[in-house]
């Protein structure tokens, strides 16, 4: 069973460029989500998507962040324009259900570097 | 709120030395609690969970147990490999909750 992709892996910007990150999350996965990892931390939620709707982007920077996910299969992230403190790695994820207990399935992640 | 306090690293443990990984967590409800694992250069994978308390997770050798009141799911294996070196973050899910809370993650090197 092929993994979720995420590309691309690595990419460095300056500081008030923009930058997309693209995901394909597991096949027939209903639920995909987009966190951040910042050096140090644990990954936090940024986007929930269920099919091609929103269930939850409470943290979502919604000033300079936004995402979309097309057809309910592939989902992009962009940052526009991008700050210093936007350097993280940034995590698509996808499950079966979004419910309790469901089981969550990482891409390797996009590391972003803003300078 | 849900937070998710885990030990500090980084942890160093010779080859077959036991790990204990402490965790402990705040939620409401009744959570769901994870152990993920990162390898180097690979993306975040379950290793263990518990849905409910007194539930023992375990794979791969690790183990975790549900402490409902000491609210507490400490990572523990008897004999650490070389290839366990990797990052391990704890996790809840609360009720009614769509996503995972994260730890700050421990690193684990183990040396031959």
Redesign the interface.
């Known amino acids: 069973e092929a993994?979720?992709a995420q590309s691309p892996r690595y990419k460095i910007i300056e500081k008030r460029q923009s930058v997309a990150f693209w995901c394909n999350p597991i096949s027939g996965h209903a639920?995909l989500?987009w966190y951040q990892q910042i050096l140090?931390?644990?990954?936090?939620?940024l986007i929930?998507f269920q099919n091609n709707g929103v269930?939850?982007d409470s943290q979502l920077p919604k000033d300079r962040f936004s995402a979309e996910r097309l057809k309910g299969v592939d989902s992009t992230l962009k940052i526009q324009p991008a700050k210093l403190e936007d350097s993280a790695v940034y995590?698509c994820?996808s499950s079966s259900t979004?419910?309790?207990?469901?089981?969550?399935?990482?891409?390797?992640?996009t590391r972003l570097t803003v300078l | 709120g849900n937070s998710v306090t885990q030990m500090e690293g980084p942890v160093t443990l010779s080859e077959e030395a036991f790990l204990t990984i402490n965790c402990t967590y705040t939620a409401t409800g009744y959570p769901s609690l994870f152990w993920y694992v990162q390898y180097p250069g690979e993306g975040l994978q379950l290793l263990l969970k518990a849905t409910k308390a007194d539930d023992k997770g375990s794979n791969k050798g690790f183990e975790a147990t549900y402490r409902k009141e000491t609210t507490s799911f400490h990572l523990e294996k008897g004999s650490v490999q070389v290839s366990d070196s990797a990052v391990y973050f704890c996790a809840l899910l609360s009720t009614g909750a769509n996503n995972l809370f994260f730890g700050t993650g421990t690193r684990l090197t183990v040396i031959p």
């Open positions: 993994g979720v639920t989500y140090g931390q644990g990954p936090k939620l929930q269930v939850d995590l994820a979004g419910g309790q207990g469901g089981r969550s399935f990482f891409g390797p992640g």
